[in-house]
């Protein structure tokens, strides 16, 4: 039996294109099990285009039915929508709205609020914690539960780096082992999502040439900036408005500087080592998640770091005193995020779309 998954998602600056990149990650996944979807998506200028059928991101398919909610995150499903199952992939999503798509069965990916009341499923990739043991099982409300499982309501709830969603082609690119760091880090992409919002494409090219004008780092770097870069360029760095498959590319490069977001995510799976900036107060609980346990290196939220301390920070971790960490950090990395994350939210959704 086929079952029809609804994939609810938002584009807007501040969120970028990573909602709809981990939508079509889960799409592929559904196909594959036989299954059907339909993203729904509001925001601005570009969710008008998917809207529309233009494949902006140009990396999988978009499904063959989509729904254009218009501007408001908020907007209503709307009662005249097929399936079985919802999954809000927003950022931030209202109990109201959440209700409102009933009975349809409902799955969250993250929440800080309490719209997951109103929900039957929760992933929580990174807010409850990405490492969680195995053992022991515990049983509740007559429910056998591993560490990272819990019961809260009527929603089950999934904690965990095990549900942290890598783009399709990053299984296929993935190195047998993990690639050695070189002594220097010399080729960096940098990167800041498909809108970069707050300017970070521009201070991190300014520290970057400081950094190279003061003979501290020598290198070449390559810069997506949608908004483009004011000054000179510096000898070995190159400005792109974007790129298409940028995951492709990523093990091109020593090294990634980026926020968090599904390129974050890829290169961790492909074993290059990451600094990030969080763009927001959220994007830093995950990336400190993530530094935690090794996986990358945070320089905490981008718009208000100060960049004399991020130049200190980075001569000394592209440099050779920096090659143990950032080889430790491709060994965490792979570790963590093996690349089959959607495989499994696809595989709880189904389970939940057959009750």
């Avoid at 199952?85 to 409102?100: N, P, Y």
């Avoid at 039957?120 to 515990?138: A, S, T």
């Avoid at 780096?161 to 993990?178: E, N």
């Amino acid at each position: 039996m086929t079952h029809r998954l609804i994939l609810r998602i938002h584009i807007d600056p501040t969120l970028g294109l990573g909602h709809l990149a981990r939508a079509l990650a889960i799409h592929e996944e559904w196909k594959a099990l036989g299954g059907q979807v339909t993203l729904a998506v509001s925001g601005d200028e570009r969710a008008r285009q998917v809207g529309r059928g233009i494949n902006i991101l140009q990396t999988s398919a978009l499904p063959t039915q989509i729904i254009d909610l218009g501007e408001d995150s908020l907007a209503p499903l709307g009662k005249g929508i097929q399936g079985e199952v919802v999954l809000f992939d927003q950022w931030t999503s209202s109990r109201e709205q959440i209700k409102e798509a009933a009975p349809l069965k409902i799955a969250l990916m993250e929440d800080d609020g309490d719209a997951y009341e109103e929900s039957d499923l929760l992933f929580q990739p990174y807010l409850e914690g990405i490492v969680w043991p195995d053992h022991p099982i515990r049983m509740k409300e007559g429910v056998k539960l591993k560490p990272h499982e819990d019961i809260r309501g009527k929603c089950h709830v999934l904690c965990g780096a095990s549900y942290i969603v890598a783009s399709p082609i990053v299984r296929t690119l993935r190195p047998k082992r993990q690639p050695d760091q070189p002594l220097n880090a010399q080729k960096i992409l940098v990167t800041f999502g498909g809108s970069d919002a707050s300017g970070l494409a521009q201070k991190a090219f300014n520290i970057l040439k400081n950094l190279q004008q003061e003979g501290r780092w020598r290198g070449s770097a390559v810069i997506l900036a949608p908004q483009g870069i004011q000054g000179d360029l510096f000898p070995g760095s190159t400005v792109h408005a974007s790129v298409t498959q940028l995951s492709e590319k990523i093990p091109q490069y020593d090294v990634l500087w980026c926020a968090g977001g599904v390129t974050l995510i890829d290169a961790l799976c492909l074993g290059v080592p990451v600094v990030a900036w969080g763009q927001n107060e959220r994007q830093v609980q995950g990336l400190t998640e993530l530094g935690q346990h090794g996986a990358c290196f945070g320089l905490g939220e981008g718009p208000s770091a100060d960049s004399r301390t991020v130049e200190d920070a980075l001569e000394h971790w592209l440099g050779p005193e920096g090659q143990e960490s950032r080889q430790e950090q491709v060994v965490a990395g792979m570790g963590l995020i093996d690349g089959l994350g959607a495989t499994r939210v696809a595989k709880e959704l189904w389970k939940l779309a057959e009750k």
